[in-house]
């Protein structure tokens, strides 16, 4: 494979100045590479054209894989054939953590005219791959053997060519000066250009599911969320100051399923507008990076009299992430919290405390287990514990996760936030873990 790296590091960002709280953060990326599944087919065969996208800037990368790609086959005279591929892989969309990658594949049919050695890019980037289409026999790669000494390039100039390496050497790179075989794969490892990338405005922000069960086993307790990013940046890449500021929106209902009448029995709406970004510092070559979210939000249920609840806070929540072997992040993110016109419910955080303490442990593409702990005043202690598993890793194959939520505490609803909810245990269906 011939590759070409053109690697867009964004600088760094100006320091954000709080109340108690100075960042900085370190260049950053995101890449595409691409490779081939073989390197050899004829016309009229089945190539598939896969992706690595991977993700190494400040923030979580939303990601759209397209439907349709176009290809250049480019011949040894530089004549080129342009054809489509099309979307192979699953789901085209990936949320795409930080320090993590996704993979996609595109199904294509080499070209009728398409002879001997052809030189494969996806149009628009400028990664070369190698496909010979010759038959068998008279295939340039895939019959070709290659004959003659190992040379030792590193020591070589333009005055006296390159010197034959020693026979130690060679043998000690599991090879012989007597020739070696031909390509059974693709050569060449991955690597990250640069590219631009269309990032949507909305994405997901906190859980998003649908549980069933806790008292009688007929009580369902859901909630939806998203946030809504004000401003696109110019260089995804270096994003500015500004493009890290999101309007949030989460709801989330307790419903009855057990009375006659299926009443709701609360529902909070929680609109917000907050600054985050998924890694303001990084240590290089650490598997450690610290994340951060800062802002104002509002809660109420949206009910008059003395059914109506009212809430409102400033916040910072740190967050402290940690990438462990075998593909998962460890994350713990508390969240402090100063109340401000709560004249409706001005003993509410007695309840349910100032401190939102949240740990997170997440594999990629696998278990997701988070707990969530407030402590009130005089012993007045809240707990719930999450569990997710992607249903695609299931027989049932399909999108989404199987979700289990448990909780026992105070605040289960604004409306009830000050009377205290024995052990609930809810099983359904989690789309945001």
Known sequence: MITSKHWKRALQMPPLTLAMFVAWSNPA????????????????????????????????????????????????????????????????????????????????VVPQAAAGL?????????????????????GKIVAARADGPVIDASKGDALHGDPVASADAVARAGSSHAGGPVPAAPVGSPNYPGFERFRSAISPYEAVYFDVGGHNSRAARFQ????????????????????NIYLGYTQTSLWDLHSDSHPFVDTSFKPSIFWRQDAIFRPES???FLGLQTGVEHESNGKSGDDSRALNFVYIQPEFNY????????????????????????????????IDW????????????????????????????????????????????????????????????????????????????
């Open 29 to 108: 990326h995101a890449g595409i590479t691409y490779s081939l599944d073989r390197n050899h087919a004829t016309s009229g065969e089945t190539v598939l054209v896969r992706a690595v996208v991977f993700n190494d800037t400040p923030n979580a990368l939303d990601w759209t894989a397209p439907d349709t790609i176009v290809l250049q086959w480019r011949n040894e005279r530089g004549e080129a054939i342009r054809s489509i591929a099309y979307l192979h892989s699953g789901t085209p969309q990936a949320s795409i953590p930080v320090n993590n990658f996704a993979r996609f594949e595109w199904r294509a």
């Open 118 to 138: 052809q030189a494969v890019n996806v149009e628009g980037d400028n990664t070369l791959l190698a496909l010979d289409t010759s038959p068998t026999e008279q």
């Open 224 to 243: 939806i969320s998203l946030k809504y990013r004000l401003f696109t940046p110019e260089d995804p890449q270096n994003p500015s100051i500004w493009d």
């Open 286 to 288: 650490s598997p450690f």
């Open 323 to 354: 990438r462990l072997g075998h593909g998962s992040t460890l994350t713990f993110a508390p969240r402090f919290k100063q109340y401000f016109s709560d004249s409706e419910n001005s003993d509410y955080s007695d309840y349910v405390g100032n």
């Open 358 to 433: 949240k740990l997170r442990w997440a594999q990629d593409d696998g278990l997701v287990l988070t707990g969530l702990y407030r402590h009130g005043k005089g012993g007045r202690n809240s707990t719930q514990i999450e569990a997710a598993w992607p249903l695609k890793r299931t027989f049932l194959n399909m999108n989404g996760y199987f979700h289990i939520q448990y909780f026992k505490g105070y605040n289960e609803t604004l409306l009830g936030y000050d009377q205290k909810t024995g052990s609930q245990v809810r099983f359904g269906l989690a789309l945001v873990p």
